[in-house]
């Protein structure tokens, strides 16, 4: 599974942005997919993830209330979109996908549960 993730750029603070992570692969519609991302000199951290079904989602405290994460398995590409955006959500973004065919309210959001990442899209909040 390949995929892919777009839609990062350069926004002010309060701002918003939709990233996608889109594949070719076949199963991605039958696994759990989150968005992680790492800022410059700190580790990579969880931001949100969704089931395979869509109908659970979990997110950090840090980005509730803020980003949304939806996906459209019609299209295999799952959405993050970015809303009220600050300086400290400046960081590269990477969708992941989970691998293994789980339950439909199945979400995790530990790194080394994914089995398959993207390349990431970069992400600039200026204040």
């Known amino acids: 599974v390949q995929l892919q993730a777009s839609g990062g750029g350069l926004v002010q603070a309060g701002g918003s942005l939709r990233l996608s992570c889109a594949t070719s692969?076949?199963?991605?519609?039958?696994?759990?997919v989150g968005w992680f991302r790492q800022a410059p000199g700190k580790e990579r951290e969880f931001v949100a993830a969704?089931?395979?079904?869509?109908?659970?989602?979990n997110y950090a405290d840090s980005v509730k209330g803020r980003f949304t994460i939806s996906r459209d398995n019609a299209k295999n590409t799952v959405y993050l979109q970015m809303s009220s955006l600050k300086p400290e959500d400046t960081a590269v973004y990477y969708c992941?996908?989970?691998?293994?065919?789980?339950?439909?309210?199945?979400?995790?959001?530990?790194?080394?549960?994914?089995?398959?990442w993207g390349q990431g899209t970069e992400v600039t909040v200026s204040s």
């Open positions: 992941a996908a989970e691998g293994t065919i789980r339950g439909p309210f199945y979400v995790t959001g530990r790194p080394d549960d994914y089995h398959y």
């Open positions: 969704i089931s395979w079904s869509g109908g659970r989602t």
């Open positions: 692969g076949r199963t991605f519609s039958t696994y759990a």
